[in-house]
């Protein structure tokens, strides 16, 4: 095996498949070695770290005194606070919408009402007008030609009156 | 032994819970805290995982070990935490914990020159593993951290063995290409 050692191949010997024509080629070439044993021992410092990095964090052990068995089960806070955001959610923008859209309801309402009185006053208006007249409807204008006044500035009199 | 007889085995470790527990909270715990890189977040998810575990040992039969078992329960809530992380629209990433800026590394080498170079490499693979897909995370730390053969993480993660290793490829290469090794 001549040419250098792909990253492919490099791969599959970190993940343990080192064929023996890789294993040949790394016992001759110095920089495929020197690739794969870097990468090895950076991977191991890695899982050192972490591990050192765990135990820092105190993942040594259960905290004392907890038992599955008296747990009370299903605690990721980040459930709870999704549903208590949904309540807040639906307390914040439900609740104003709903208010609101009653709110348009009863000024809609009173609109009607405010116009339906306009329209009986002015129906009471008219009837009271009609059962005023002095005189039938087609004698009004006849009414209107005696009420006007003569060049004197007195209404016309009948001769009869005099 | 034959394999009925590995198989009762396996499933009679859960009579004692309390050994199975201490045997093997650190490993639950170091695998979520890498994952999810909250302390908070991987003590309350590392009880759940034995708590679920606890709920449901009458159903484990002994087909896998009893650290996969628990390793496959602690890769799905470690997932749900982490899409629920997501839609939280107050979280920030930067809350979480950034073991790169500490990492350890061994003292074997010659200068302390090597040596932060060998922190610098073992910093970009913290790094890289934080923006891997979250597939190929799962399965790089499974396998580099918890050392773990592909069968084991295929039957911890509910894939199939080829689909892992193809997971385990592009993770690799992405840490190859971020940590200084061969292009």
Request: with cysteine.
């Amino acid at each position: 095996m001549k040419a250098h050692l792909t990253g492919r191949q490099v791969d599959s010997w970190l993940c343990g498949d080192a064929t023996a024509e890789m294993e040949a080629h790394a016992r001759e070439c110095a920089e495929c070695r020197e690739q794969v044993q870097r990468l090895s021992a950076t991977l191991r410092d890695f899982r050192a770290a972490a591990v050192e990095f765990s135990e820092s964090q105190g993942g040594e052990a259960a905290p004392a005194g907890w038992s599955p068995a008296e747990s009370r089960g299903f605690r990721i806070p980040s459930l709870r606070w999704a549903a208590a955001a949904a309540a807040v959610l639906v307390l914040t923008t439900a609740v104003p919408l709903y208010r609101s859209a009653q709110e348009r309801r009863q000024a809609e309402a009173a609109a009607e009402a405010a116009k339906a009185a306009r329209a009986d006053s002015l129906l009471l208006q008219e009837v009271d007008y009609e059962i005023s007249r002095a005189v039938p409807a087609p004698m009004e204008p006849l009414v209107a030609l005696m009420a006007r006044p003569n060049r004197r500035g007195n209404p016309q009199r009948s001769q009869q009156g005099n | 032994m034959d394999a009925a007889e590995v198989l009762a085995t396996r499933a009679g470790e859960l009579d004692d819970f309390d050994s199975v527990v201490r045997e093997h909270w650190a490993r639950v715990f170091r695998f979520v805290l890498v994952s999810l890189r909250d302390a908070d977040a991987a003590a309350t998810v590392t009880q759940d995982c034995f708590v679920r575990a606890w709920r449901s040992r009458d159903r484990f039969r002994g087909e896998a070990l009893v650290s996969t078992w628990l390793l496959r329960i602690a890769v799905n809530l470690v997932r749900d935490h982490a899409r629920a992380r997501r839609l939280r629209f107050w979280w920030r990433a930067s809350q979480l914990v950034d073991p790169a800026d500490a990492a350890w590394v061994a003292d074997r080498s010659a200068s302390a020159e090597a040596r932060a170079i060998d922190r610098e490499r073992v910093a970009a693979v913290w790094k890289t593993t934080r923006w891997l897909p979250e597939r190929q995370r799962t399965v790089f730390l499974l396998r580099f951290v918890e050392e773990m053969d592909l069968l084991e993480i295929a039957a911890a993660t509910g894939m199939a063995e080829g689909t892992v290793k193809t997971h385990l490829f592009r993770a690799l290469q992405a840490v190859r290409e971020r940590s200084g090794g061969m292009q």
